[in-house]
């Protein structure tokens, strides 16, 4: 899949021109296993705790009334080497440290074994499987770490976000209001949102089972719940836990972190996926060839 070239904007604004190959980007994070869980190379105990916010708030821009305005165009931390390279994703790494901010690592998926045995199977066949490089909707959390832009718009009673990916989007109630009875099974799944004090905690449910999580074969069932929690701890920066359970796949349920930051130059731009999309003929040649 080829991304057109686009200049990328630090939050400071100074402008840097980032043109990747994202075919080839793409393809070797796809061909990779576990390429999303970078930081996965140990587990954390089964009463993980959530990120704790080590920097004060009270510099956030808030709302009317008083909650932290998520609103902005955001880009994930992790997607920054696939977008502007390693120097710029180190540097936002060293940055964080500096303020404090530190993760925990993200979680290996606890797949139970029969479920482990499929995601294998998609392992050995290097990737070619992979939803999003046939075109297909990336779901929820995957679209939020892709190496594009979104936009939150916050409003009083609902947070859209606005994909540049797929162009895709989320509507998700504050309100008060649940699910609806009639959840139709889809990639991005039906989301509410409430507040925990200064965080937006997003329920997610209703998945169909066409979406990959994070990383190559990472599969689950229309089953999963999907808990978001988006904590906007600096003018910068919103820091963002997802908590993944799936009883038909998972042992338990799992979490992976991920810092958000601001790109007040940037702007949501066309996203065109099907056009010159050349991972489908490259996989078609994978299989034919065995490799």
Not at 146 to 164: A, C
Not at 257 to 282: K, T
Request: some cysteine; overall charge negative; proline content about 8%.
């Amino acid at each position: 899949m080829r991304m057109r070239p686009r200049a990328a904007f630090a939050p400071g604004g100074e402008r840097t021109l980032a043109v990747r190959a994202a075919l080839a980007l793409v393809g070797a994070a796809a061909l990779a296993p576990q390429a999303s869980l970078a930081q996965s190379d140990g587990a954390r105990p089964d009463a993980a705790p959530s990120v704790s916010v080590t920097r004060g708030t009270d510099d956030v821009p808030r709302t009317a009334d008083g909650r932290p305005d998520l609103s902005g165009i955001w880009i994930a931390t992790s997607a920054l080497g696939l977008l502007e390279g390693m120097d710029a994703l180190q540097a936002a790494r060293a940055a964080d440290r500096e303020a404090g901010r530190e993760l925990p690592r993200n979680e290996p998926p606890p797949y139970k074994p029969e479920a482990e045995a499929l995601r294998q199977q998609y392992l050995d066949r290097q990737g070619i499987d992979d939803p999003m490089a046939r075109c297909l909707l990336s779901g929820v959390p995957r679209i939020n770490t892709r190496p594009l832009p979104f936009e939150i718009v916050q409003l009083p009673d609902r947070v859209i976000i606005l994909y540049e990916v797929h162009h895709a989007f989320r509507i998700i109630p504050t309100d008060g209001r649940g699910h609806p009875d009639d959840v139709v099974l889809t990639y991005l799944g039906d989301s509410v949102g409430r507040w925990e004090g200064d965080t937006l905690v997003v329920e997610v449910v209703g998945f169909n089972e066409n979406t990959w999580l994070a990383g190559t074969g990472t599969h689950h069932s229309d089953q999963m719940r999907v808990v978001e929690r988006w904590t906007r701890d600096s003018p910068e920066t919103i820091l963002y836990e997802v908590e993944i359970d799936d009883p038909v796949v998972f042992e338990k349920p799992w979490r992976m972190y991920d810092v958000f930051r601001l790109r007040p130059n940037e702007r949501i731009r066309e996203y065109e996926c099907i056009e010159s999309n050349e991972d489908i003929v490259r996989f078609e040649e994978l299989l034919r060839s065995g490799d």
